[in-house]
């Protein structure tokens, strides 16, 4: 049995391990490429514990946000991801490296299920509760990653992101080259594991526990880096555009 796994877990297939392997030689190229690119610092790795399932919860101000935890969290990690962003060269980079397509605009059982196969294998998952990229703050956040605590049992660890995008810039835009980008990791906390049926109240009220742990930690790095959130997305207007 995995240490930290509980035998009671919703049953899943095994996790594919052609997608681990991938993912394993893929890991090193991406961290290459983001310190190359900019000044990374990580803080607080140790936080993370060194076994059993984790959830990673990530405020997401942008692009870069699922690349650096994936790249930069010390063990495999596997995150939630737009279903959007499954198609074409990237969808197929994605599936090869077993990362979680997630339809955000309603419940997704499919993610739910593979999310589960990736606690259940002792893994880290990395989910980001606002759901958007947003200024970061984490003013709101919806209930998955509640959910799977609930369901798994599996520490959550509040991991606050910043210099990803800068003040000013839009959602799809990445910082200028050589801007400083750092992960803080914080204390890990739990949610008790609650048997079927969840109801709706308390995720709803888990969901508040894990965005005001994820909000208060963005405060707190900030102080720590001395770097600021970059605030709303800018929107590009029609009239810029015309």
């Known amino acids: 049995m995995i240490e930290g796994v509980s035998p009671d877990l919703p049953h899943t297939d095994p996790l594919p391990a052609s997608n681990e392997w991938v993912l394993r030689l893929t890991r090193p190229l991406v961290r290459l490429g983001l310190r190359l690119g900019w000044r ?40 939630m991801v737009k279903h959007e962003a499954f198609t074409g060269a990237v969808g197929q980079f994605l599936i090869h490296i ?7 605009r309603e419940i997704d059982p499919q993610a739910i299920r593979r999310a589960v196969q990736v606690l259940r294998a002792g893994k880290v998952l990395a989910v980001f509760p606002e759901g958007v990229r947003g200024g970061g703050e984490v003013a709101w956040a919806k209930g998955g990653a509640a959910y799977l605590a609930m369901v798994s049992g599996a520490p ?24 400083p980008i750092h992960l803080v990791y914080g204390e ?3 949610v008790p594991r609650s048997s079927w049926p969840r109801r709706k109240t308390a995720v709803t009220k888990w969901t508040q526990v894990v965005r005001e742990r994820l909000a208060d930690h963005v405060v707190a790095a900030q102080g720590l880096t001395g770097l600021p959130l970059p605030g709303p997305p800018k929107i590009k207007s029609a009239l810029s555009s015309a």
């Open 156 to 179: 959550v660890v509040p991991v606050a992101i910043l210099g990803t995008r800068e003040p000013g810039q839009r959602k799809n835009q990445i910082p200028r080259l050589r801007r």
């Open 98 to 104: 077993g990362q979680i397509s997630l339809n955000r």
């Open 40 to 79: 990374v610092k990580v803080h607080g790795a140790q936080q993370v514990p060194r076994s059993g399932p984790v959830i990673l919860a990530a405020n997401h101000i942008g692009l870069l946000d699922g690349p650096a935890v994936v790249a930069l969290t010390r063990r495999l990690t596997f995150a």
């Open 188 to 190: 890990p906390f739990t």
